[in-house]
């Protein structure tokens, strides 16, 4: 049952994927700021709880989590990413390095998953370390070219997004008929 989940789960992940994807290729720019300022809705209203947690709270308990200061910083952060969302998105070049990592480091799941597959003899293996392969030259180009241009960059990350999916759920699709 756990099994069934699992690849429920990595089917379901792989489809958002594909729309994240598809949705950074129709309009990068517009996209990465509205999910900035909706990140950062999000983060006053955390602020804005933990402030009114801290005053409904009796004084000692107000006093021991220290609700005001990360109430107050939440509701910093989120307006920042509100309200200067563009300044984030000229910092990508440095998050884009970051984001070349976390795809280095999930090209080497994959690889692991491709490798037990084969140890395992399962028939469709092969498509797993493909995925792998992808995902770990999409991460090298990342890491060794970030891109200064964010519209190129999100553009490529959109695709890598969308070639990635793909290639999961191929692998989900045919690790079952492989049994």
Known sequence: M???TNGAASLIMSVIEVIIGI???INPVGFTSGILVVFGIVMMVIGIVEIFRYFTSSAEEAAQNGLLGSGLLFIGLG???S???DWLIAAFPVITVLYGILILVSGVAKLQVSVDLLRLKQ???YVALI???VTLLFAILI???PFTSTVVLWTFIGVALIVEAVL???TCFFSRKGK
Request: proline fraction near 0%; charged fraction near 20%; glycine fraction near 4%.
């Open 79 to 81: 307006a920042f990413c």
């Open 143 to 145: 890491i060794c070219n």
């Open 168 to 170: 999961d759920i191929l």
């Open 131 to 133: 995925g792998a392969v």
């Open 83 to 85: 309200f200067r969302s």
């Open 123 to 125: 028939k469709y293996w």
């Open 23 to 25: 949705l950074l290729l």
């Open 2 to 4: 756990k099994k069934a």
